[in-house]
Nanobody
Framework: QVQLVESGGGLVQAGGSLRLSCATS????????MGWFRHAPGKEREFVAA????????YYADSVKGRFTISRDNAKNTVYLQMNSLKPEDTAVYYC???????????????????WGQGTQVTVSS
């Protein structure tokens, strides 16, 4: 069973930066990609960014392009989300997700992912 643990969240002023980490454990070799999603109060869970384990191709939501950067360290089985120029609307619980290698890729869809972390709170003040 795959376990995901997010860290790095906190309270930051608008315009500031945070780096989130997602440490994985268990059998993850079959996973095709990792994704970051966020769930803000009163809103549904939405896609933020994703990255392939092999090759490192990245995907971003339009709302975070140019501000957020997703990366991975294959040796450490860890994925990062560098968040710059944070805005109050970025406030949410951020979740890391991994797929089970089933194929038919839909990296921006939360339904496609099989494993989820517990989330880390990011609060951006004005």
């Amino acid at each position: 069973q795959v376990q995901l643990v997010e860290s790095g969240g906190g309270l930051v002023q608008a315009g500031g930066s945070l780096r989130l980490s997602c440490a994985t454990s268990g059998r993850t070799f079959s996973s095709y990609a990792m994704g970051w999603f966020r769930h803000a109060p009163g809103k549904e869970r939405e896609f933020v960014a994703a990255i392939r384990w092999s090759g490192g191709r990245t995907y971003y939501a339009d709302s975070v392009k140019g501000r957020f950067t997703i990366s991975r360290d294959n040796a450490k089985n860890t994925v990062y989300l560098q968040m710059n120029s944070l805005k109050p609307e970025d406030t949410a619980v951020y979740y890391c997700a991994a797929d089970a290698g089933r194929g038919s890729y839909s990296l921006t869809s939360p339904v496609w992912y099989d494993y989820w972390g517990q989330g880390t709170q990011v609060t951006v003040s004005s």
